[in-house]
Structures are given as structure tokens and as C-alpha cells.
């Protein structure tokens, strides 16, 4: 309870008395009783304006319903601090632009980029940051604080991922999107050209270059990454992960006895007036274990793989 809520409980006792001792004598107890409730309706309304005027500050907010047992705590409201942001269903993997105005009781949202739809929450109180009330539906409802989380990099997916144990996604800006291990894989994204690479004890590099590209389609690129690798590649055709009738293209270099074990599995499929390439560069070593453990985690990024666009 903060000082400026405390100073409104002690106005309204004062008042009370004073309305109690002036009406002493003059009148009905039903109507003191009146008089008395619309004061404490005031000063309630008074104190649910204040709140208004000072919640959600720039943060990250997960959404339940007051009444709720043990609530999911899935769905988030993410506030840029600049009179924008966005709801964020980390169970749906979905993501809704809003804008929002906070009035003196109340804080109106307007949901969506294209013809948006206004909603109008009121706010009853705020305590340590979480913030009460209801839209117009009059469910009462919590806005709860999420801490050390950044606001522009929050993933609500990846956050409830986390707490749950599950794999991470990632969304390429593309249109694509993989599921991969954060313990042992760490993405780097940058441009055409996104990076997976595995961090945890293997026999040289591992990792999947996904690139996309408008100067080549993809049987064209696959030949071309099929040079560099020399005579002994070799080239296969067949669907697309993530898809069930897009024709994908493949060039595969195994390991050699007497190298360094290093093996290449690239794969390409054309996409966006250009071509979308996924490159698997690997090393075996002599732990056969660890090599299929390798193995089986990059080639699980590539067996997720999910299309937002044909």
C-alpha cells in the first residue's frame, strides 16, 4: 500500500466522522449510511484514477484472470513505454500489434495494425507493479510484472519454453520458422543468413547455415555448393522438410578415413521469387556416441522446420 493510497484511507475516515458527527440528530441512519457509501465511492474512484494514471510503465506483463487457480500464465502484454506494443500468446506462438492511450480511470487499447479493434480496460487498483481490473466483459482480471526480461528481445514462446524445459523457436523474417536447443545451440541472425551453431563438446565445427537468396533458384545454388565440394558429392531430390509437395534438392559430401572427419549436407528448395538453402557442416570424431548426438540435434533444427508462406 503506497503513501498516496494510505493519505486517501485517512481522508476517508476523517470524513466519515465528519459526516457521522454533522448528521448526528438530523435525519435518518439510512441516509447517513447513503451519504457516507457515495463518499467511499468517490475516494475509491478517486484512487482507481490514480492507478490509471500511473500503471504500466514500460515492461513486459502476463495476463490472467484474477479468480483463476494455478493460472498457464502463456498470455503476455508487452508495453513499449511509447504508446505501443503487443499481446503475445506464448502457448499459440502468436503476436498481436496494439496502441494504447491511459486516461484517468481507464486505459483504451487498439488492437491490431489494420482496422483495429478498441477495448477499454478499468483499472480498480495497483500494488507492487501488478495492476487489477476488468474489460468490458467484467472479468477480473491480473496484470502481473514480469521480471528481467527485455522488453524489445521478449519472446513470449521462448519464455514459456523455458519454464516449461522445451525447445526454443526461432522466426526468420522470412516466413520460416525451427525449434532448437538453447542449452547447446546459439543463433546468430543477421540479414539473408541466420547460423546454428552447436556449442556443447563435439569434434570440430557443427552447425546449419540457413541462407536465402534471389540470385539463384534452388536446383542452380545446389550445383554450385555441389562444386566446391569436389567430385565426390553427390546429388539426391525429394520433398522439402516442412512441407508435403515442394520438391527440395540436395548435395551431400560424406566423411573420408584419414581426414578430419568433416562431412557436408546441404539442401535447397526455390522460395520467393529466389531459393531457400539450409547447409549442415559437421565433424565426426572418434566418439561415436557424441557424433550421433551431433548428428541427431542438427538434423532435428532441419526436421522442424515450418512454412508461414507457400
Known amino acids: ?16 466522522t465528519l459526516v457521522i458527527g454533522t448528521m448526528t440528530g438530523c435525519g435518518s441512519s439510512e441516509s447517513k449510511a447513503t451519504s457516507i457509501a457515495q463518499i467511499k465511492d468517490e475516494l475509491v474512484a478517486s ?7 500511473s500503471v504500466f510503465s514500460r515492461g513486459v506483463y502476463v495476463n490472467y484472470a484474477k479468480d483463476a ?20 500468446d506464448g502457448a499459440a506462438d502468436t503476436s498481436n500489434y496494439f496502441e494504447y492511450k491511459i486516461g484517468k480511470k481507464d486505459v483504451t487499447f487498439y488492437i491490431g ?5 478498441e477495448e477499454k480496460f478499468t483499472v480498480k487498483s495497483s500494488e507492487d507493479g501488478y495492476v487489477y481490473g476488468s474489460f468490458e466483459d467484467g472479468l477480473e482480471l491480473v496484470f502481473e510484472p514480469v521480471s528481467d526480461v527485455e522488453v524489445d528481445s521478449f519472446n513470449a514462446t521462448n519464455y514459456v519454453n523455458e519454464q516449461n524445459g522445451h525447445d526454443f523457436v526461432y522466426h526468420d523474417a522470412n516466413g520460416w520458422s525451427v525449434k532448437y536447443d538453447p ?8 540479414g539473408p543468413m541466420t547460423t546454428f551453431v552447436y556449442t556443447a563438446e563435439s569434434a570440430g565445427t557443427n552447425m546449419i547455415t540457413a541462407t536465402y ?3 539463384k533458384n534452388a536446383e542452380e545454388s545446389i ?7 569436389g567430385d565426390k558429392a553427390f546429388y539426391t531430390e525429394g520433398i522439402f522438410p516442412g512441407t508435403e509437395d515442394v520438391k527440395g534438392y540436395w548435395v551431400v559430401l560424406n566423411p573420408e578415413e584419414g581426414t578430419s572427419g568433416g562431412y557436408v549436407t546441404a539442401m535447397a528448395r526455390d522460395y520467393m521469387e529466389g531459393a531457400l538453402i539450409f547447409e549442415m557442416d559437421g565433424h565426426f570424431g572418434e566418439d561415436e556416441e557424441n557424433n550421433m548426438l551431433v548428428s541427431d540435434t542438427l ?12
Open 69 to 88: 487457480e494455478n493460472p498457464d500464465k502463456t498470455y503476455f502484454y508487452v508495453f513499449n513505454g511509447d504508446g505501443t506494443g503487443s499481446i503475445e
Open 183 to 190: 542449452e547447446v545451440i546459439t543463433v546468430n541472425a543477421g
Open 113 to 117: 495494425s489494420i482496422d483495429p479493434i
Open 1 to 16: 500500500m503506497n503513501r498516496r493510497f494510505v493519505s486517501k484511507v485517512l481522508c476517508l475516515a476523517s470524513v466519515s
Open 223 to 229: 550445383k554450385e555448393l555441389g562444386k566446391a565440394l
Open 47 to 53: 484512487t482507481g484514477a490514480m492507478a490509471a494514471e
Open 299 to 310: 538434423a532435428g533444427i532441419v526436421d522442424s522446420l515450418t512454412f508461414e508462406t507457400k
Open 213 to 215: 537468396t534471389v540470385d
